[in-house]
Every structure is written in C-alpha cells, then in structure tokens.
C-alpha cells in the first residue's frame, strides 16, 4: 500500500517525455507468445501492468529477461500452464488475449478470468463469438477460460463490437491461421496499430492497418528473433496537457503521438486553450508521427456541446476522463458522456471532495459547472486507472496538503510519476504504509 502527499495550487513549469504506451506494450508481451524465437521489446515502461504479465509468462516457463530498458522474451519453445500465477493474470484484463496468442501453440489451456479495472460490466462475448469463428471452442467457468482448438480456420468475422483488446486478441489467432482472414469493425487505435506493425515483423501479412477492417494472412508457425520499438503513449501525453490546463501551466509536452491526439487538442483550442505545435518527427519504430507541445496559461470556457470518446479517430475513450478536471477550471457548465463503460462515470464526482461542482446525470453522463477553486482533501483511490489519475490532476491543482490512498491503480499505468512530476515543480511525495 502506498500514498501522494502533496502540497498543490503551485504553476509547474519545464518538460516533459512521453514513454512509450502502456495498451501497446501489454498487448505485444503476449503477442510475444506466438513467436518461438527471441522477441525484444524496446524500451518498455516500468509500470505495475508489465510487472504482473512478466510474473505470468516466468510461471508459465517463458524465458523473460530485462536488458536496459528492453524486455527480451523467448525463445519460447515450450508453454507450461501447470504452475501457472493466477494472482498476477487476475489482476490485468489484459490475459484476456492470452486466449488468441496461445490459439496456434496449445491444444488446450485455461485462461484465468480477466481482473484489472472495476468498470462495471465488461463482456468477454465478442471476444467468444469471434474467436469460435477461427476453430476455438471457449467455455466460460466461474474463474476461468476452458479453450480447446482442434484445427485454426481462416473466416469472414464481423466483431460484435469494436473494441481494442477484442481486435488484439482476433488478430493474434488470425495471426496463426493459414490463409485470408477477414475482420471487420475492427479498432484502428494505436495499440491495435502496434500489433500489427508487430505482427508484420514477424513475417504475417495484414492488410487496412489503421481502417476497421483487417485482412490478415496467417502463418502456421513463427520462428524469428526481432525487435519492436513501441509507439509513444497518447493518454499519457493527454494526462500532463490537463495537468497544464487544469494548473494554469506552461509546460513542454515532448514526443506527443499527434494521430491520436489531434481531436482532443482541436476540443481544447475551441475552449480557449492556448498551446504551439513546436517540432514534428518520427518516433523510433520510423511510423509514429511525434511532435512537441507548449501549452501555455489559458482562460477556459465550457463548450456548448457535449465532449463523448469514439472509436478512432474520435477523442479517445481512456482520454475522455481527464477532460473532467480541465472541465472544473472552464467557465460555464461542461456535459461529458461516457457512454463506454457502465460505471466509470460514477467516480467522476470524487472530484467533488475536492471542492469541484461534478454532477452525476446517470451512470454514463456527467455535468461539471465552472471554474471552482480546487481545495485540498484526503481521497482513496478508485480501483481504476484513468478515473484514479484525474484526481491526481486535481490534488495538483488544489490549494493545500491532499492525500491520496492506495495509489496502486496509477502505478499500474505511470512509470516514476511521483519523480517525473516532482521535476516539474510539484510538491508530490511517495510514501510508503
């Protein structure tokens, strides 16, 4: 267990570098899976999420190995489920995709049921009704996945729903899956952008990367040693610009990925936010488009309409949230619907304790009237990454000495947040319990 102190209501000032995406480097460990050579995954976050899928891989008797900032897994050669960490698989939804990565090495396994963020309902059937498709026959047990594969198919899929991890998880077996396999209403999202280019560099085909619709052109085994540099994080790019926004600061934001970013910003501009575009390049892996941000003090107003998260290109859905505390700082009333999850919007009002005025419409929307004068408070944190960090925002912004509790859901997403922050000017202190 763990704790912030901080003393907050301070402008920051400095730069600071995005790492590279937290949805990205989770998806490609396991993806990791399919390959029997050496995978290195260049420089890799040191984040909590990573810490338990590494836990799970060493149990299942693959080579995991840290170089520098690299993580160097493989060759996976052979794949033990007979010892393997339930504890760490349950706390990640991620081994969800473990279903898909394993689909072409294993007869049979058990995947443990998925943990990670309390959003409230979050079905795994199109997950089920996609990957049946491919061969896969998944029964659902009280803890656990019961998957058999008797022989990989290629198919026509049309994903009940567009979702990230879904379309992570299908590629994965398509991946596997000698011949054309069609997915349509897939993501387009940056971790799904990831994994294909991953997927590319292991030898397998794919078609329409970045559109809904994937044609993938499976292979029936890898073999290969490579290295992926992956992409940079643009929810944590939009985690400091609302730091910037909600504490009046003028900040440099350096290797933003500007794809995913660019409807929030043009939200922003049009409430008054004032930033410059000052370098654009390529990320390390040669296809990430960067830039560097300077946001500048700005007077905020609310926009008349409404600020709701899309597939992309729309505004992000993990970005949605931390549009909650820039909200609390604009003049005039903000509506923000969250349509995605049942229940995330429900911990928007935690805000409040804060001195905020966030009113909870029904379980997807909520209404934030501005600007208030943020105040400090003792809060817990939510069992959830993102609705967690927009309390951090505010804490920083707040007058006074705040603490916050049990900050191990930020932890599972930030590296050295504490530090990166206290190199900005805050007052933010780790403590230990």
């Known amino acids: 267990m763990a704790k912030f102190v901080i003393k907050g209501g301070k ?27 050496i995978t290195r995954l260049k420089n890799v976050p040191a984040i909590e999420e990573v810490n338990r899928l590494v836990e799970v891989l060493v149990s299942l008797s693959v080579p995991v190995k840290k170089e520098g900032n690299d993580l160097l897994i493989g060759p996976v050669k052979h794949i033990d489920f007979k010892n393997i960490n339930v504890v760490a698989a349950q706390k990640t939804r991620s081994i969800v995709m473990m279903i898909g990565a394993l689909a072409g090495r294993l007869p049979s396994y058990n995947i443990p049921q998925a943990g990670g963020c309390r959003l409230g309902s979050r079905t795994v059937k199109p997950h089920l009704y996609a990957l049946e498709k491919l061969g896969l026959n998944i029964a659902t047990e009280k803890d656990k ?18 979702g990230d991890t879904v379309t992570e998880n299908v590629l994965m077996a398509a991946a596997q899956t000698v011949g054309e396999t069609t997915i349509k209403f897939c993501s387009a999202n940056y ?26 052109h499976g292979l029936a085994s890898v073999n290969k040693n490579v290295e992926y540099e992956i992409s940079e994080d643009p929810i944590e790019a939009m985690f400091f610009i609302s730091i910037a926004a909600t504490t009046n ?25 004032q930033f410059e575009i000052t370098k654009k390049y390529k990320g390390r892996n040669g296809l990430t488009n960067l830039v560097d941000i300077e946001t500048k003090p700005s007077k905020l107003k609310a926009l008349e309409e409404k600020i709701h ?78 609705p967690a960090a927009i309390i951090l925002v505010a804490m920083l912004a707040a007058e006074g000495t705040s603490t916050l509790y049990n900050v191990y859901p930020i932890h599972r997403g930030y590296e050295k947040l504490e530090e990166r922050l206290s190199a900005l000017g805050a007052d933010i202190k780790l403590v230990e319990e």
């Open 11 to 37: 402008k920051l000032s400095g730069s600071v570098t995005v790492n590279t995406a937290k949805n990205s480097t989770v998806s490609l460990i396991i993806a990791a899976l399919i390959n029997r050579g």
């Open 145 to 162: 996945y019961v998957v058999s594969v008797k022989k990989l198919k290629p198919a026509k899929i049309i994903l009940y729903e567009t």
């Open 191 to 216: 971790m799904v952008q990831d994994t294909c280019h991953f997927l590319e560099r292991l030898g397998v085909k794919i078609e329409g990367i970045g559109t809904s619709t994937l044609r993938v």
């Open 249 to 273: 600061s003028a900040l440099t934001i350096k290797r933003c990925p500007i794809d995913f970013l660019e409807l929030e910003l043009l939200k922003l501009e049009k409430m008054g936010y």
């Open 309 to 386: 998260a899309l597939p992309f290109p729309g505004i992000n859905q993990d970005n949605l949230p931390f549009f909650v505390p820039i909200a609390t700082v604009a003049r005039g009333e903000t509506l923000i619907h969250d349509w995605t999850y049942e229940n995330r919007a429900i911990y928007y009002p935690e805000l409040n304790r804060l001195n905020a005025n966030v009113t909870l419409m029904d379980p997807h929307r909520v209404e934030v009237e501005g600007p208030t004068k943020l105040v400090a408070a003792e809060v817990v944190c939510p069992q959830a990454l993102r």
